[in-house]
């Protein structure tokens, strides 16, 4: 599985944009899909995620009411739309695919294939 995102770039605080992360390859099995973060001397957090078949989705405390995760099914493609932008969410974000999983919840873990990473810069 090969995953490219794009969208990422420079914003004003309150601005918005939004990331999209294409999957090809044997993507047949796809349980679900995020976007993680990682901003210089921190480690990397998971910021959405959602579940492929239901659209069930997970946020992070820090994102909630800010950004959304959808997915486009026929495409395998997910989205990150980013609002009301803040300094503190500059970051190099990475989307992630995971195969399989349980039934139930979104998982924030244990993702198999990884993106390249786009750079969002927030300035104040």
């Known amino acids: 599985v090969q995953l490219q995102a794009s969208g990422g770039g420079l914003v004003q605080a309150g601005g918005s944009l939004r990331l999209s992360c294409a999957a090809s390859g044997r993507t047949f099995s796809n349980y679900a899909m995020a976007w993680f973060r990682q901003a210089p001397g921190k480690e990397r957090e998971c910021v959405a995620a959602i579940r492929w078949s239901t659209g069930l989705a997970y946020y992070a405390d820090s994102v909630k009411g800010r950004f959304t995760i959808s997915r486009d099914n026929a495409k395998n493609t997910v989205f990150l739309q980013m609002n009301s932008l803040k300094p503190e969410d500059t970051a190099v974000y990475y989307c992630?695919?995971?195969?399989?999983?349980?039934?139930?919840?979104?998982?924030?873990?244990?993702?198999?294939?990884w993106g390249q990473g786009t750079q969002v810069t927030v300035s104040s």
């Open positions: 992630a695919f995971k195969r399989s999983g349980p039934l139930l919840g979104v998982p924030t873990n244990g993702y198999d294939y």
